[in-house]
């Protein structure tokens, strides 16, 4: 992006991709919870502290993402593009890995629902409605780890 020519949504796809690159990690978390930290449910800690430190890992896993947002504003994005971005990356993975305790999915279903994900931002990325879709997004994975989290299968 250059001042002249600013077109933040083919920034957005190749930030975004890497993002859903990061799905695949999202599973492979949910994996080895599954398969070793199934302990974890039986120990006294509420559901929503539960939430918050999945919060804090998909926050530090994003870490690097932010600073790459940083690092582009104000000359290559805008600031409020880029909070879009950051927002979006992070409600993502949060409602990735609440879908997870949907179903146990095989690693080609989660995909499939990765990439219907990614249609979906697309349509709401033509209609420049990313943050209301981030938001959205947030608010799902909120209310799937809420009322999925103690019904997922743990074996």
């Known amino acids: 992006n250059t001042l002249t020519t600013y077109d933040f949504s083919t920034v957005f796809w190749f930030f975004n991709f890497g993002i859903i690159a990061n799905g695949i990690l999202v599973y492979r978390i949910r994996e080895f919870e599954t398969s070793y930290l199934s302990f974890y449910r039986s120990l006294a800690v509420s559901l929503p502290k539960r ?3 999945y919060a804090l890992v998909y926050f530090v896993l994003l870490l690097p993402e932010f600073i ?20 979006s990356s992070f409600s993502l993975l949060l409602l990735l890995h609440s879908i997870t305790f949907l179903h146990r999915f095989s ?22 409605s990313l943050i209301l879709l981030s938001l959205l997004f947030l608010l799902l994975a909120i209310l799937l780890f809420m009322f999925r989290y103690y019904k997922s299968h743990c074996h």
Do not use: C, W
């Not at 690693?107 to 349509?123: P, T």
């Open 51 to 53: 939430l918050l430190e």
């Open 68 to 87: 790459t947002l940083g690092k582009l504003v104000p000359i290559h994005l805008h600031y409020n593009d880029a909070a879009g971005f950051a927002l």
């Open 107 to 128: 690693m080609n279903a989660y995909l499939r629902i990765v990439l219907l994900i990614a249609v979906i931002q697309f349509i709401f990325l033509i209609f420049s």
